[in-house]
């Protein structure tokens, strides 16, 4: 019966120092990993808004929204939006100049079919939004097969457009 105890107890202060060694290193390596998560999302907003030196988040309709400034001027906004596309959610970050041109797509996850749905992620696809305004936004051609995917990413695109252009308007320093 001793024997039992003895194992119990032991177990009990492994499970105790281990508990305790986890916690610690989550506190130690929490603030690190949300700087390389701030780094990581300031470097994507930068791809689609190369102009902008920092961003300032804005909040539209619910959604968080990032004005670009460079030199203390707003020169453009950038938005990260879900759409519902073929195979499952496409997330996109989309940028947008102070004269609501697009100025980058990128698409930061998808399970779109691989071949087909796949192609309308690619930077090859995305790269004819580039100086589309929501005046020609709809010349953008879908791709033959994967026309939902396609359909998807325009509608992330113009709700992205929407949120950033929202968010110029409503600018104030």
Do not use: W
Not at 40 to 69: H, N, W
Not at 72 to 97: F, H, M, P, Q, S
């Amino acid at each position: 019966m001793k024997e039992h105890i003895k194992r119990a107890f032991l177990l009990a202060f492994i499970c105790a120092f281990s508990a305790g060694t986890l916690g610690y290193f989550y506190q130690l390596t929490t603030p690190i990993i949300k700087e390389q998560q701030i780094r990581a999302q300031i470097s994507l907003q930068k791809e689609v808004l190369p102009q902008a030196i920092e961003f300032k988040e804005v909040a539209v309709d619910g959604y968080t929204v990032y004005l670009g400034l460079s030199n203390g001027d707003v020169i453009g906004g950038t938005a990260k939006v879900t759409v519902r596309g073929y195979g499952g959610n496409i997330d996109l970050i989309i940028g947008l100049d102070k004269y609501k041109r697009i100025t980058g797509v990128r698409v930061l996850s998808h399970n779109e079919t691989p071949g087909l749905g796949e192609k309308a992620t690619k930077d090859n696809y995305l790269e004819q939004y580039i100086n589309k305004s929501s005046d020609n936004i709809n010349t953008v051609k879908f791709i033959t097969g994967a026309t939902i995917s396609s359909r998807a990413i325009q509608e992330g695109v113009k709700r992205g457009m929407s949120l950033i252009s929202k968010a110029l308007e409503g600018y104030h320093r």
